[in-house]
């Protein structure tokens, strides 16, 4: 191996902001010292800018997203709920907590007249491609069934809070904030002595021109509460929908394998009625989620396990659906050790690293005090780690839930316009949640400027303007960065991984992808 | 109709969620984090009263909090108006021919050769034992998870004491009563059926635990092991379908209220995990 491996045992110097360089978004370092999070950057080094008078609208669902000061004016109100219990009813709920499905919307006014307006059959019909003539689908009759019931539904909960408030809802938050947060956006509160925002730190997500709606969902295997949850981030008129999760494994369950698990308990009809009442919504799940997709794109993160297919629903993507599987790179241009891999991948975008041992590589931080007792090398000279690749330590600096609720622990009381501890509101973040953010981000600066054209694209047209414009080498940010190491080979389960596999078409371009955007 | 198509060990690693890399990434602030934890530890702290078996008494208050309250123009009663999480919307018990309907299937169940199987689960299930919720975790017998055992005992503490005023409400006799022929696995709880507390208490348990740390990797399993104790209870022929699903919606209707009462536990706890 090369020696530039030794200069990884200091620390590596990368700008604060290194992923926004990475996209184009952000004149990369001129190859002096890196910039600090705090400083700000000129106007002159964004790079990609459209309009603000063109609006994108960015659905998250996910965890719930924390009112963060930096967000201030960019999350859409929802109309009923309240955020937390025991506050004034005028505190506002920002977007939908579907954890529970009767306060989905909660004023009955409001419920009714979604249904009528919003997701109305003919709404429906259209989103969902009904047939002109002849029978629905039985996935689409479990949708009409599924909004039915819980739209429909009368409410007596009204004001009924949300679990999804300013506590514990930091994922959602960091992902929300590399879409849309800015420092800019920032209003001091009057006693704060804070004149302007240019005092605070620094901070820049990918759109700050584009506003984040929430929709909160729980992690119970609730097939309707995901169907009602991406139907609404449509009927809100989202142009790009932000899916950094998993779905429920039942969500690949073949009609098969529920018959082979219960065939020796049940009768034939109870058989068949069960596997329509198991098999049948998460049928609905995934023809739902393709069917937004073709209208507005669904970005999913890869998932983190570091398998050969993607989770779902990224494992739905393909050219002829508007869902977009992103993968994680790490700051060297490498696969994060965790990204999932395969041919399912569309593109991939910056985010952190995890350190792996295994068969395969060693890939370790040598900036850990611990790491010289490390006996690596012996594992490696005999070949029974095939290879050693860099760790990279660079994270993605995100927001964090203000306060003591968030990833980061504090003893502040997170308010909002006050910044005592600002270290109560960043967070180091990661994943293929992190980098499948930044991807949503650009898509709906594509989305903008796509509005300025004459009017927005679909899926599949945003999917297609993406990949044909993402970068496979001559990263941005390594433009002026001397003596990195020597990347090799990245093995996986004794396989070494091609380009395709690990990134799909590479890695996402800002600049080169909105400037694609014609009418 | 099924207990066990969710708890297929063979499929768990496809469980895992895009979230769970936090856990590892985070290993280099765990020291820091303890560190930390240490330091603010004081007689005061949130948590370690019911770990000992004590009632959560300030979480308790906390769900009295004035602010819950509902309004009196809208329904009142006698001790000054009930409080939001008394009225929560779930669905009043089914009438009796639907109830009958219900009964015949406990007696499915019964006759089912697999009830001899889940019998052990069911027996240690019955005293909410929580190893089922932390094997799956990895903190069964694993030092330093206090508060996380604390909270969870808490939740199981809160939601009793919600539970049985939904039971009173709604007056539910157990399925024996309505259905001779079952014969109940274990002694018949003194208390009435709807709706299923083991159901309330085991999904209201996942939902607080993906709440504060979604990023685990059984965070969607606990869905699971939640769903699949409260239908053991239907299995011991103590509950109706119908008072699992209630249990269900009022896990997820209280959540709010429960959140909020729990929330300096929830952030001892998750101390604990990153």
């Known amino acids: ?192 002595g804070k004149s302007s925002p240019d005092d605070l730190p620094y901070y820049r997500g990918v759109d700050p021109d584009s506003d984040v709606l929430s929709v909160t969902t729980s992690f119970s295997p609730r097939p309707d509460l995901l169907i009602l949850a991406f139907l609404l981030a449509a009927s809100k008129g989202a142009d790009v929908i932000l899916f950094p999760r998993g779905l429920p494994r039942e969500i690949l369950f073949e009609p098969d394998q529920f018959y082979i698990e219960n065939a020796g308990r049940l009768s034939g009809e109870e058989l068949r009625l069960a596997r329509e009442q198991k098999v049948l919504p998460w049928k609905a799940l995934k023809q739902t989620i393709l069917a937004v997709s073709q209208k507005i794109p669904v970005v999913c993160a890869a998932g983190n396990e570091s398998e050969s297919s993607p989770i779902a629903p990224a494992c739905f993507a393909a050219p002829d659906n508007g869902i977009i599987a992103v993968a994680a790179m790490n700051y060297y241009g490498s696969r994060s050790s965790y990204s999932n891999y395969g041919e399912g991948i569309t593109i991939a975008a910056p985010s952190d690293d995890a350190e792996i041992f295994n068969r395969d590589q060693a890939r370790l931080d040598k900036t850990d005090r611990f790491f010289v007792d490390h006996p690596y090398q012996f594992y490696v000279n005999k070949k029974l780690a095939t290879s050693e690749v860099p760790f990279a330590k660079a994270g993605i600096r995100a927001i964090d839930v203000p306060g003591p609720f968030g990833f980061s622990d504090t003893n502040s009381n997170g308010d909002a316009g006050l910044f005592t501890e600002p270290e109560s509101f960043f967070t180091e973040f990661g994943g293929t949640s992190a980098a499948a953010a930044i991807v949503a981000g650009v898509a709906v600066l594509m989305q903008r400027k796509a509005k300025s054209k004459g009017g927005r694209k679909t899926g599949p047209e945003i999917r297609k303007l993406l990949c044909d414009t993402a970068r496979k080498r001559a990263f941005p940010h390594l433009k002026n960065i001397a003596g990195l190491p020597d990347l090799g080979e990245d093995w996986v389960d004794g396989i070494p991984l091609s380009f395709e596999q690990k990134f799909g078409a590479g890695l996402v371009a800002a600049d080169e992808a909105v400037k694609a955007v014609l009418p | 109709m099924t207990g066990n198509l969710g708890v297929n060990a063979g499929a768990f690693a496809r469980s895992a969620t895009v979230l769970n890399k936090n856990k590892n990434k985070n290993k280099n602030k765990n020291k820091n984090k303890n560190k930390n934890k240490n330091k603010n530890k004081s007689f005061n ?70 009830r001899k199987e889940k019998r052990e689960a069911i027996e240690r299930q019955d005293t909410m034992d929580l190893s089922d919720f932390t094997r799956p975790l990895g903190i069964e017998d694993v030092v330093g998870y206090d508060e996380t055992m604390a909270l969870f005992s808490t939740v199981l503490q809160i939601t009793e004491y919600v539970g049985l005023q939904y039971k009173d409400m709604f007056g539910r006799q157990r399925p024996n009563m309505v259905q001779p022929m079952l014969r109940p696995l274990l002694p018949v709880p003194p208390h009435l059926s709807y709706p299923s507390n083991h159901s309330f208490q085991c999904h209201s348990i996942a939902l607080v635990f993906e709440r504060y740390f979604p990023q685990h990797p059984a965070t969607e399993e606990l869905h699971r092991i939640a769903a699949e104790v409260a239908e053991n209870r239907e299995w011991a022929g103590l509950h109706f379908a119908s008072d699992t699903e209630a249990g269900q919606r009022l896990a997820e209707l209280f959540l709010p209220y429960l959140v909020d009462a729990c929330a300096e536990q929830m952030r001892a706890a998750l101390a604990e995990w990153i």
């Not at chain 1, 200091?10 to 600090?36: E, M, T, V």
């Not at chain 1, 979604?114 to 029978?135: A, C, N, Q």
């Not at chain 1, 539904?153 to 999804?164: E, I, K, L, M, T």
């Open chain 2, 45 to 114: 702290d949130a948590g370690s009263q019911s770990a000992f078996g004590l009632s959560p008494y300030r979480e308790i208050l906390r769900l009295h909090y004035e602010g819950n309250r509902v309004d009196k123009n809208f329904v009142a009663n006698e001790s000054g108006g009930y409080f939001k999480w008394q009225i929560l919307p779930i669905n009043p018990p089914p009438g009796p021919k639907k109830t009958m309907e219900e009964a015949e299937r406990l007696l499915d169940k019964q006759r089912d050769p697999l």
């Open chain 1, 1 to 192: 191996m090369s020696d530039a491996r030794g200069d990884l045992k200091k620390p590596i110097r990368f700008d604060a902001y290194w992923h926004l360089q990475a996209i184009g978004l952000l004149k990369p370092s001129d190859g002096g010292l890196p910039k600090p999070p705090t400083q700000k950057r000129a106007d002159s080094d964004i790079l990609v800018t459209v309009a603000a008078t063109y609006k994108g609208l960015v659905a998250i669902i996910d965890t719930g997203v924390s009112l963060h000061p930096y967000l201030t004016g960019r999350l859409e109100p929802n109309s009923g709920q309240t955020a937390g219990v025991g506050k004034s009813p005028s505190d506002q709920q920002y977007g939908y907590d579907l954890t529970a499905a009767p306060s989905l919307l909660v004023d009955d006014g409001e419920r009714a007249k979604i249904r009528e307006t919003e997701l109305s059959d003919e709404w429906l019909k259209e989103w969902l491609v009904f047939p002109e003539s002849g029978d629905k689908e039985p996935w689409q009759e479990a949708v009409i069934e599924i909004v039915t019931e819980n739209i429909g539904r009368a409410a007596f909960n009204a004001g009924a809070p949300a679990a999804s408030n300013q506590k514990f809802s930091a994922h959602g938050t960091s992902c929300a904030g590399l879409v849309a947060a800015s420092s800019s956006h920032f209003v001091p509160s009057e006693d704060s």
